[in-house]
């Protein structure tokens, strides 16, 4: 086992050094195992085969965010599950699949904490945040311009001391001569804009859960 993980963290290293042999060789040692588990679950084969791409490159794009506390085995079988949950919605079937992949070791399924990763700690995925920050991102320069352009500085300065200076209401408040009713006023109505803004671009549930009516 302690060899797996060091061969694991030795090809991450490597290609993180942009070696093509590396990653090659990563696809060669999970291909099969994450075809093996998804195929087992649809039942075909090309669906399947794209399914393992999608979850290959999802690792790819999350590699900068892994830091190894999670086996690589592992983690690969959570985008896979991701992606397989991914697919069965595209097609308007009920994700009912167990998350849990193959073990290397023993032949046989991940220990029960390891397989019980659900669907909405998949949604969570470093892939997934990166979409969620770049949402949020969007919205807030949305609506910092709105109110660029109708001359509401009070506002922005409120959110600036909140939200990037990080003090709270009461300080935010004394500094800008404002009551503290205001200040949470002000913010009340910051993150209902960006709700709304966020809900506007009608993203996947599963990315923010916690926007859906």
């Not at 093509?20 to 085969?49: P, V």
């Not at 595209?90 to 029960?112: A, F, L, V």
Request: proline fraction near 2%; charge should be negative.
């Amino acid at each position: 086992m302690a060899e797996n993980s060091e061969a694991d963290e030795f090809l991450i290293r490597q290609i993180r050094q942009g070696d093509s042999d590396a990653w090659q060789a990563l696809i060669d040692r999970y291909e099969g195992r994450l075809l093996a588990y998804t195929d087992s679950r649809i039942r075909n084969r090309a669906a399947s085969e794209d399914i393992v791409q999608e979850a290959f490159v999802g690792f790819l794009i999350s590699l900068p965010n892994y830091d190894g506390s999670r086996p690589l085995e592992s983690y690969l079988f959570s985008i896979c599950a991701y992606k397989l949950t991914d697919h069965l919605r595209r097609e308007g079937r009920r994700p009912s699949i167990q998350m849990h992949g193959r073990s290397s070791s023993h032949g046989g399924d991940i220990e029960p904490a390891a397989s019980q990763r659900m669907a909405s700690s998949i949604a969570r995925s470093v892939e997934r945040k990166q979409i969620e920050a770049d949402a949020v991102r969007s919205a807030i320069a949305e609506q910092i311009d709105r109110w660029k352009r109708s001359d509401n500085w009070e506002k922005l300065r409120t959110i600036e001391l909140l939200y990037v200076a990080g003090v709270n209401n009461k300080t935010a408040a004394e500094q800008l001569g404002l009551t503290e009713q205001q200040v949470a006023n002000y913010k009340s109505d910051f993150q209902i804009r960006l709700k709304s803004i966020i809900k506007r671009m009608e993203l996947d549930e599963d990315v923010f859960p916690e926007l859906a009516d």
